[in-house]
């Protein structure tokens, strides 16, 4: 069974720090690409980062660079996404999945997500 499911989301002031944590379990981790995803109200879903299982690789889309960090435990199932200097703009519903590629269409695996508030 496959299990996705984020959790470290809240209320945090601009400038600060939240470290998100999803469980990642019940798939291949070898071949897929494990990601955080978010979504502000009235926007559509976007990649923020991903990690690749094969090679740990990384991608960050640009607004995120330098601020966002992505991890991940493999033995223990954990991916996490470590999120600095935290912006208003960042205030979004976040998901991890799994899928193959770095893109929203390309996930296969969805979990629940968490919400991230920045005040200003």
């Known amino acids: 069974e496959v299990q996705l499911q984020a959790s470290g989301g809240g209320l945090v002031q601009a400038g600060g720090s939240l470290k998100l944590s999803c469980v990642a379990s019940g798939f291949g981790w070898a071949h897929a690409t494990i990601g955080w995803f978010r979504q502000a109200p009235g926007k559509e879903r976007e990649e923020i980062s991903c990690?690749?299982?094969?090679?740990?690789?990384?991608f960050y889309v640009d607004s995120v660079k330098g601020r966002f960090t992505i991890s991940s435990d493999n033995a223990n199932n954990m991916v996490y996404l470590q999120m600095n200097s935290l912006k208003p703009e960042d205030t979004a519903v976040y998901y991890c999945a799994a899928g193959w590629h770095c893109k929203t269409y390309a996930m296969d695996y969805w979990g629940k997500g968490t919400q991230v508030t920045v005040s200003s």
């Open positions: 990690i690749k299982g094969e090679d740990t690789s990384t």
